[in-house]
């Protein structure tokens, strides 16, 4: 029965919709499309910026391997870094200026996500994307707590007790709740789902998306929004909660909460490509979390 659901959440991704809302694949300078927070800007932030935003970055000459989603070719991505300068925390976050609509109608949204992680554990650099902001402040799951909408926070090396934390509405869901479906309701990347996910000898930090491609999916139905991650075994869920709001704008950001840095710090970063976001069948919804129900039974 787990392969049956997982094979229907496969067949999930691979959908195609009616009409797309939004696609960037970072092959030219998009940085028109988006407005960005970071500290010297937003309501949050010290003043003082101290993170980076490269469009059409191309990844490819820098020796990493092509996105799972992206042809020969197309070597483009957004790049982001975050605490650049020793001793100083560090938020951006980049806001697509087309906003989501409609709440009755469901929604999808997909990117490829590649965190550069040098070193071992502690970097304290989160990754995030999310969906239904307003887009005056960055995104931040730690102090200072800023955002809006729903995003996924997630680290590249497992370093922090808070792995894969989501924001719901202002406020970040704490480990131990029942939306991260794992054997402890962990955020923590020791989680059974984040090592299966991310497991030992396929990944550089076992349970954790360090110095690989991963998929995010974020998937917003009526009442729920639901984050996947597929790493090219099979999309498994990690997360749903209730749906406060799916309207307003796209994220996509990175951030270091903390004024300690793991050295060389200059070589922590953050590279998104291929984002996409489409509206969905009504039917396709219902099936997508029934196929999580069977998934959370079985576990």
């Known amino acids: 029965m787990k392969k049956i659901a997982a094979g229907l959440c496969v067949a999930l991704l691979a959908s195609t919709a009616s009409a797309t809302i939004i696609t960037d694949n970072f092959e030219v300078d998009s940085s028109a499309n988006y407005?960005?927070?970071?500290?010297?800007?937003?309501?949050?932030?010290?003043?003082?910026?101290?993170?980076?935003?490269?469009?059409?970055?191309?990844y490819v000459a820098a020796g990493i391997p092509l996105a799972p989603r992206s042809t020969v070719g197309d070597v483009g991505g957004l790049r982001m870094t975050a605490n650049d300068t020793a001793g100083q925390a560090d938020h951006i976050t980049a806001f697509h200026n087309t906003a989501l609509s409609d709440p009755t109608s469901t929604k999808r949204l997909l990117v490829d996500i590649y965190m550069g992680v040098t070193g071992t554990s502690g970097t304290t650099e989160l990754a995030h994307v999310g969906i239904g902001a307003d887009g005056t402040d960055f995104n931040?799951?730690?102090?200072?707590?800023?955002?809006?909408g729903h995003f996924l926070a997630m680290t590249g090396e497992g370093g922090s007790s808070?792995?894969?934390?989501?924001?719901?509405?202002?406020?970040?869901?704490?480990?131990?709740?029942?939306?991260?479906?794992n054997n402890l309701h962990?955020?923590?990347?020791?989680?059974?789902?984040?090592?299966?996910?991310?497991?030992s000898g396929s990944w550089d930090f076992p349970g954790s998306p360090g110095n690989g491609w991963v998929t995010l999916e974020i998937f917003a139905a009526a009442g729920a929004v639901r984050y996947s991650l597929d790493s090219g075994s099979g999309m498994v869920p990690i997360i749903i909660t209730p749906l406060q709001d799916d309207l307003g704008l796209v994220s996509l950001g990175y951030t270091d909460p903390f004024t300690s840095v793991a050295a060389p710090f200059q070589s922590m970063f953050v590279i998104y490509d291929n984002l996409e976001v489409t509206p969905e069948p009504a039917s396709l919804s219902l099936l997508a979390f029934g196929a999580i129900a069977v998934m959370r039974r079985r576990r």
């Open 140 to 148: 931040s799951i730690f102090t200072p707590i800023a955002g809006d």
């Open 35 to 58: 407005t960005i927070r970071d500290d010297s800007n937003s309501p949050s932030g010290d003043g003082t910026a101290d993170s980076t935003a490269t469009f059409a970055y191309d």
């Open 186 to 199: 962990t955020t923590n990347a020791t989680g059974d789902t984040y090592q299966e996910i991310f497991p």
């Open 162 to 181: 808070s792995d894969f934390r989501h924001f719901v509405e202002g406020t970040p869901v704490n480990s131990g709740d029942s939306s991260y479906l």
